[in-house]
């Protein structure tokens, strides 16, 4: 049997481009003139050359790249985590990015900045100047990054300020939600919130206590709780409010994550969703159209978020006034499986 610890090291190597200049015959000089198109190089020269580049899969690196030109032509897309929303963002980012003359370059802590306040500006501080030309920050908790490069924020925490920021009607999603299940005849609507500390959190109650309003009623804080926007956050919450002794008929969501969580625990509680218990959620994610049954959830459009930011992003940083801007999309409920009239 073979030893697999004896085996060499596979002999990874980045090619360089001196490699391209042996290969094709011609100085590094020569390869230089080729690779930023510059005169004095034959073009069957100029030919040969690009086709070993084309051959060996030279690139040369982002930083060689920023130093030559003071630009990568990179914009980054800055996430605390890949989740299912910022997921969607990075899908319409990419859509967004063809034929745009910029590459896209998608950072993440790995999870590990969490709730940590301030993780964009130390993103922004590793890639800034030599790896990206501008950035897009996903739910930043500040809106001050220091100014290295142009930045549009998608869904700040605190909600837009000076920085360019796109996000959705967070508050008439909401109202549409709650509006929706008071159509179908319920009363007690419970509420799982986002954390408070986030503006979409804050406007989405919002949005749940209005729509009361307008029907002549007044939103029941004992049917309220604080969800945390993640499924297994939402767990307990849930739990807590369909133990009640007169628990909800209905639950609104603040996100499809929360949403999930409750239909879990309705399951384990012995309930059916929605001859027992209605269940709205909020941002419609893939997941949400594939649980059983399908989730009834208000439309963020994510991946046009994420488009209309690159859109942005790539006015900003071709702008030398530094102008604010503001852009906010439409929200809309899908009517799916989960909600019923009581």
Same mark, same amino acid.
């Given at each position: ?83 299912? +929303? ?80 796109? !996000? ?22 419970? +509420? ?59 639950? +609104? ?28 959620? +909020? ?37 030398? !006034? ?21």
């Amino acid at each position: 049997m073979t030893d697999l610890h004896s085996l060499p090291a596979p002999a990874y190597r980045r090619v360089t481009i001196t490699d391209v200049a042996r290969t094709a015959g011609v100085s590094v000089a020569t390869v230089s003139k080729v690779i930023n198109g510059r005169y004095g190089v034959a073009a069957r020269t100029t030919e040969r050359v690009q086709q070993v580049i084309d051959e060996l899969g030279y690139e040369s690196s982002l930083v060689a790249r920023s130093l030559r030109s003071h630009r990568t032509n990179v914009i980054g897309i800055l996430v605390a985590e890949f989740e299912p +929303f910022s997921t969607e963002i990075l899908k319409g980012t990419s859509h967004a990015i063809t034929g745009s003359g910029y590459e896209l370059l998608a950072y993440s802590g790995g999870g590990r900045a969490g709730e940590d306040v301030g993780w964009e500006r130390r993103y922004l501080s590793r890639l800034s100047g030599t790896l990206i030309d501008g950035a897009i920050l996903v739910t930043p908790t500040v809106v001050s990054t220091g100014g290295s490069v142009p930045v549009v924020a998608i869904d700040p925490h605190a909600g837009p300020a000076d920085m360019p920021t796109v !996000d959705a009607d967070n508050f008439a999603g909401a109202l549409l939600a709650t509006e929706h299940l008071l159509r179908l005849g319920h009363r007690r609507i419970g +509420f799982l919130g986002g954390r408070p500390d986030l503006e979409s959190a804050r406007l989405r109650e919002q949005g749940y206590r209005a729509a009361h309003e307008r029907a002549g009623l007044t939103a029941d804080p004992a049917l309220m709780r604080v969800g945390g926007y993640q499924r297994h956050l939402a767990v307990g919450p849930a739990r807590e409010l369909l133990s009640l002794p007169e628990p909800p008929t209905a639950i +609104f969501a603040a996100n499809d994550l929360s949403a999930l969580g409750t239909m879990d625990v309705a399951r384990e509680l012995g309930l059916s969703v929605p001859q027992d218990l209605s269940v709205v959620g +909020f941002d419609n994610v893939p997941e949400s159209a594939l649980t059983d049954p399908p989730l009834t959830t208000v439309n963020q459009p994510m991946q046009e978020m994420g488009s209309r930011a690159v859109d942005l992003l790539i006015r900003l940083m071709a702008s030398t !006034d530094g102008c604010s801007t503001h852009v906010r999309l439409p929200t809309a409920l899908v009517e799916r499986g989960s909600t019923r009239a009581l």
